[in-house]
């Protein structure tokens, strides 16, 4: 047997990224072997959506590789049929060149596809999505809390991709999208090699935490950052955490102090939607929770490494 793959999830603000880190040199200093990261990230993908993104730089990589940074123009788009497709394909290389593959990310229906695949839908109407969106989000919203409570509750009242995706599969199939989703839940998980390691934080302390950091994306040049890659931002990069509220702020719709304080409240409320994904992602087969009160450190990382290389 081969050492299982770590997959190390959490809410935002975490410490997912230096946790990783740690996991990948240990592995190296007891196996001898290259341990390599693949990101479970919907916005570290963009290039140059790097301080929003809280994306390691170069330097902080420590020369661990990483994969699936950077991979997509901003003015791009990219699915989770893809991201699903190419953290494969990475896991594979990574495998055949001995090393070990450790997956990290706070993207939770990345990690989801990753140990379940993904659950059966009907294809994209681009012409229903138009129709849908033409609406206006406040019609949109009333239909789904009619048809499909359990998604409305799930996807943010400002979140119209997701509503008008919800609305789109429940008028091709009559069935909740909510109920399709429940399906997805498997007692025997499609992909047994993975470990699912999870940083579990009190409501207070990661709200403090993220809170923290987004007073420091501010303070290294969020705004600079946003204002630079606005001309070629595209929907799906535009409706980024950070970025979004930014934009909203440089077009005059609100000020900067007003943005900084909607990120703030929103990735708060990510974070509370990052915990109900924590929980469906604690069925799996193998499973560590780790209940934290500070940063996560060298103890976690290695009784991650351990409990992945007891497989081997």
Not at 4 to 25: C, E, F, H, M, N
Not at 75 to 96: F, N, P
Not at 241 to 256: C, P, R, W
């Amino acid at each position: 047997m081969t050492p299982r793959i770590p997959v190390i999830v959490g809410p935002t603000a975490g410490g997912k990224t230096d946790l990783s880190l740690l996991v990948a040199q240990m592995v190296s200093e007891r196996t001898g072997r290259a341990a390599e990261i693949i990101s479970a990230d919907s916005v570290q993908i963009f290039r140059g959506m790097d301080i929003g993104s809280a994306k390691p730089t170069v330097a902080e990589r420590r020369g661990i590789p990483h994969h699936l940074i950077d991979i997509v123009e901003p003015g791009g788009a990219y699915s989770v049929h893809q991201w699903l497709e190419d953290a494969e394909q990475t896991i594979d290389q990574v495998r055949a060149r001995g090393g070990l593959p450790i997956v990290v990310g706070g993207t939770h229906l990345y990690i989801k596809a990753l140990l379940d695949g993904l659950f059966e839908a009907p294809e994209p109407d681009r012409g229903l999505r138009e129709r849908l969106a033409a609406r206006g989000l406040s019609e949109l919203r009333a239909e789904l809390e009619r048809v499909d409570p359990a998604a409305a509750r799930r996807i943010h009242p400002n979140d119209l991709r997701r509503t008008v995706r919800a609305l789109e599969v429940f008028h091709q199939t009559g069935t909740p999208i909510s109920v399709l989703q429940s399906q997805w839940d498997r007692k025997h998980p499609r992909r047994p090699d993975l470990h699912v390691f999870a940083l579990l934080w009190p409501s207070d302390l990661i709200n403090r935490r993220i809170n923290q950091r987004v007073r420091r994306m501010m303070e290294i040049g969020l705004v600079e950052e946003v204002r630079r890659l606005s001309p070629v931002l595209g929907i799906q990069a535009r409706e980024a955490l950070g970025y979004k509220q930014v934009l909203a702020a440089l077009a005059g719709q609100m000020s900067l102090e007003e943005a900084f304080e909607q990120i703030k409240i929103e990735t708060r409320r990510f974070a509370k939607n990052q915990r109900t994904w924590l929980k469906r992602l604690a069925q799996h087969q193998n499973y560590t929770g780790f209940a934290l009160s500070e940063t996560p450190g060298p103890t976690q990382a290695a009784r991650i490494v351990e409990q992945c290389l007891a497989s081997s």
